[in-house]
């Protein structure tokens, strides 16, 4: 395993620190990443919130976080006694002036650290705590601003917040955070097909047949029904964390991993998606929505009963078929689908192997598959690789379908620093490689606004599916229609 390389003596200010993202996700994952020994002595941890809390009374509250969100063997009391040093907390509401003086107070005099504005808020705020920490005179030459999604729920407003951020910060100060980009088996994927000569080759068309990309999940929507009612599935998972994939599998090679070598790479997949017309927008799309159904023998409500007022034409599920106008990826289709309410969390990239020309084997018990590159983000990261094998034994020539399964943790048997932790570091060591730059935020959004407009223009109705099931109907049909079918099947 790699070592853990601490980073420099930083100043990391998390608005929104009361909040959900502060408790599950950023505080725990810090939590880890200072046990591994990657925090210097002097690095702090600044709460920033509107509450008006002790700083006692903030760090039990963090403390009850972390007991909730970590195993039971990770969380020990000396390990805590360390970390919670780190932390303070400033009561500040960001949209009044005055309010800010105790933050400002606070960083006085820490001018050369490292300092991360980290915004877990909502983001009618991007622009607001921006223009309150340039007016405070809190930007410094090694100041970074992190901007989580969603960045906007249109081009338009994408710009609008882009714009106001790009006020106070330079572009390299500011970092778009998609936690999927920190996933172990998203970067394995640079390294699957750059660092070895067995795909490279194959990676195109001529012996892709199709991609497949399913981010599964099998929640419901829960306590974020109200937010999610006005944005839907494809705004919430397909502009960002899907996207992002399919740039990752269809990108050409860049030229180095600097930073803007692969997002000029990554640039130039989102430019070549093909647009798609009225009457291929109804074709090539699907959206559906959960009704009541069984989830491992447990029973669950539909989407519209979580609603106050039981109406609601919003997606919880989408289906789409893409492609991609380029010279690699030609008439090769990629099918990606996200939902909620699934039969289980599971999220993998497959990529499916054009049959071979002519079959030398007499009929089998077994018909002969193509091979498929599996390549599974979560829950159980690795790369599975399917090819077809003779069975053991005399007096036949049976084949039948097996895998060549790497999981990483098995292989190399740690726990693997989540997304957060990794993107975290990359933050405070200054490297946005796994970050979205402005213009791929902004041509994310032109093509997934001509999806929107395209639904809007059409009506497109929303199919019911009941919960457990993969997704409605016309989700498997798409791909029948092209006789293929999901992966695992549906």
Same mark, same amino acid.
């Given at each position: ?20 993202l502060a408790m599950?996700k950023?505080?725990?994952?810090l ?12 690095s702090?941890?600044?709460?920033a919130?509107r ?26 009391d $000396?390990q805590?006694q ?6 303070h907390?400033?009561?500040c509401d960001?949209?009044?002036?005055d309010s800010?003086h ?12 490292v ?49 106001a ?8 100060? #500011? ?9 172990? *088996? ?5 390294a ?12 195109r ?5 199709h991609?497949?990309i ?16 006005? #944005?839907?599935?494809?705004r ?12 990752l599998? $269809? ?14 790479e990554k640039?130039k997949?989102?430019? $070549?998606l ?6 291929? #927008? ?15 023998g ?5 989407y519209?009963e ?10 919880t ?7 991609i106008?380029?010279?690699?990826w ?18 993998? #990239? ?16 077994f ?13 159980d ?18 084949l ?9 943790e098995? *292989? ?8 957060y ?17 402005r ?8 093509w997934?606004?001509?999806i929107?407009a395209?639904?809007?223009?059409a ?8 919960a ?23």
């Amino acid at each position: 395993m790699a070592n853990f390389v601490p980073v420099d003596v930083f100043d990391l200010v998390i608005f929104g620190g009361t909040g959900d993202l502060a408790m599950r996700k950023l505080l725990p994952a810090l939590y880890h990443r200072d046990g591994d020994g990657q925090f210097l002595a002097d690095s702090r941890i600044i709460a920033a919130s509107r509450s008006e809390l002790s700083r006692d009374d903030y760090l039990a509250r963090v403390e009850t976080a972390l007991r909730q969100n970590l195993h039971d063997d990770e969380f020990n009391d $000396a390990q805590w006694q360390t970390f919670r040093e780190r932390i303070h907390y400033v009561p500040c509401d960001v949209q009044v002036h005055d309010s800010w003086h105790s933050l400002t107070e606070l960083l006085a005099g820490a001018e050369g650290r490292v300092r991360v504005a980290y915004l877990a808020t909502a983001p009618s705020l991007f622009g607001v705590i921006s223009a309150g920490l340039k007016h405070n005179g809190l930007i410094t030459p090694t100041s970074r601003i992190v901007l989580e999604k969603p960045l906007g729920h249109d081009y338009d407003s994408a710009c609008e917040i882009n714009n106001a951020v790009g006020e106070c910060f330079a572009e390299n100060q #500011i970092y778009r955070i998609d936690h999927y980009l920190g996933k172990e *088996t998203v970067q394995n994927l640079l390294a699957l097909r750059f660092a070895n000569s067995l795909f490279e080759p194959l990676w195109r068309r001529g012996a892709v047949d199709h991609v497949q990309i399913t981010v599964a999940e099998d929640l419901g929507v829960g306590g974020r029904v109200e937010y999610f009612d006005k #944005i839907g599935a494809l705004r919430d998972m397909v502009q960002n964390h899907i996207l992002q994939l399919v740039c990752l599998v $269809a990108m050409e090679a860049p030229s180095s991993l600097h930073h803007d070598s692969v997002r000029d790479e990554k640039i130039k997949v989102l430019r $070549a998606l093909r647009p798609m017309s009225p009457e291929q #927008i109804r074709s090539n799309t699907v959206r559906g929505q959960y009704a009541a159904g069984a989830i491992d023998g447990n029973a669950v409500t539909g989407y519209l009963e979580e609603l106050d007022d039981g109406n609601s034409t919003t997606e919880t599920f989408v289906a789409i078929k893409l492609e991609i106008d380029n010279w690699r990826w030609s008439n090769v289709p990629f099918y990606v689908r996200t939902g909620k309410r699934l039969p289980e969390k599971h999220s993998e #990239i497959v990529v499916e192997f054009q049959d071979v020309p002519h079959s030398i084997f007499p009929e089998q018990r077994f018909a002969l598959q193509p091979n498929r590159l599996t390549i599974r983000l979560q829950p159980d990261e690795g790369v599975k690789l399917s090819v077809m094998a003779k069975e053991p034994g005399p007096g036949g020539f049976d084949l039948r379908p097996v895998s060549l399964d790497l999981s990483f943790e098995e *292989t190399f048997g740690i726990r693997y620093p989540d997304a957060y932790e990794r993107l975290l570091m990359e933050v405070l060591r200054g490297n946005p490689a796994l970050f979205m730059r402005r213009d791929e935020v902004e041509a994310a959004w032109h093509w997934i606004d001509s999806i929107i407009a395209g639904w809007q223009s059409a009506k497109q109705k929303v199919e019911s599916y009941v919960a457990g099931s993969w997704g409605p109907p016309g989700s498997s049909s798409m791909l029948d229609r092209d006789g293929r079918a999901w992966q695992p099947e549906a």
